[in-house]
């Protein structure tokens, strides 16, 4: 399961052998089924996860009860409810798998330790975190900008790997409507 990680880092970064054999030392090999809570809200989350193959959620509770999905991710990249994890704060967010997942995962310390000893891996994760808030700057911006029709195209364009893995609801949900809604935007699509 490391190649893929390995050929991820390396594919903008020039890491050393003794660098990739450290990656492979503290990132271990983890497997979740369907529909598992990986990381539950009211902790610290353990982990940040390289997902090899599976698609992963972050979703929290609302007042009502209602699962509101924040963030679907599919292969390869990493998830974690970040800013929680970066800074050892209790979350608010669960992460979930949506399909079977292949993950490798790495905890805060051991992290903080290969960043420590190694400036290429400083530098791969300031360009992952920078990633990262970009990739949430435009999300708030479709959100706030986009109508219900033009996100879910916009999803289908950007991500089409989502829309042929992921149930509606969960999509729906992260595009932030209901699932009746997008049901009618994706008949009239089709029509």
């Not at 972050?58 to 963030?71: C, Q, R, S, V």
Request: aromatic share 12%; with cysteine.
């Amino acid at each position: 399961m490391h190649d893929k990680l390995l050929q991820y880092l390396c594919s903008d970064h020039d890491f050393s052998q003794r660098e990739l054999e450290a990656v492979k030392l503290y990132f271990e090999p983890i497997i979740f089924a369907k529909n598992e809570i990986i990381e539950e809200s009211g902790r610290v989350p353990g982990y940040l996860y390289y997902i090899v193959s599976g698609y992963l959620r972050l979703f929290y509770t609302d007042e009502n009860g209602n699962e509101i999905t924040t963030h679907i991710n599919c292969p390869p990249g990493f998830f974690t409810s970040y800013s929680d994890f970066i800074n050892s704060m209790v979350s608010e967010n669960n992460v979930a798998s949506i399909t079977n997942c292949e993950l490798l995962r790495i905890s805060k310390e051991n992290l903080d330790h290969l960043v420590n000893e190694s400036q290429t891996m400083k530098d791969f994760c300031i360009s992952v975190f920078q990633q990262s808030i970009t990739y949430n700057e435009n999300r708030s911006r479709e959100l706030s900008g986009l109508n219900a029709e033009q996100r879910y195209l916009k999803l289908m364009k950007d991500f089409p790997e989502i829309i042929q893995n992921v149930p509606i609801q969960y999509i729906a949900s992260f595009l932030g409507m209901k699932p009746e809604s997008l049901s009618r935007i994706r008949r009239k699509i089709i029509n």
